[in-house]
């Protein structure tokens, strides 16, 4: 063996390495895409103690109403949208399928769903503050209907990319224990 400032080994020109054991390609899709998801999963954490904090500052009244607007009905189910993001933690170190296909369909319910309804439910507070300019809740001095939708559009795209990644993740696990059983 040559070191780093050393020698080259004799008989060896360098282009010896094709013998050389590789990580199958799956292994390697599989620890790029659990870093993906655990990105993701980051950030619906940092959303959610921030959706998670305006509702615990609203309902313990810490501040003024005028300052932190009340929460509107869909930010209460959607802070179950934890439930599925611990699924996934729990399932990507030992690459459990069962709590990943869970956490999958989970994220449907607790997750879209919220979303989905808590853009109709703003949608008439949305239309009055582009028709008149007017907006009753705010958010530190933004319109409360402003900053949601824009957490909702955060929100979506993070949870769209949770559910693509899981799903190519599962795909990636299925091949690797399919290979298995085969050997």
Known sequence: MA???GPRAAGTDGSDFQHREKVASHYQMSVALKSEV?????????????MAAQ???SQLSLVSHKVVASPYQWEYPYLLSMIPTVFSFLALPRNNISYLVISMISSGLFCVAP????SMEMFPV???LYRHGKSYRFIFGFSAVTVMYLVIVIAVQVHGWQIYYSKKLLDQWFTSTQEK???
């Open 3 to 5: 070191s780093r400032a």
């Open 38 to 50: 655990r990105k993701l999963n980051i950030v619906h954490v940092l959303i959610w103690v921030l």
């Open 55 to 57: 509702v615990i500052v």
């Open 115 to 118: 979303l989905i309804y808590g």
């Open 126 to 128: 949305a239309h009055q």
């Open 181 to 183: 059983k085969k050997k």
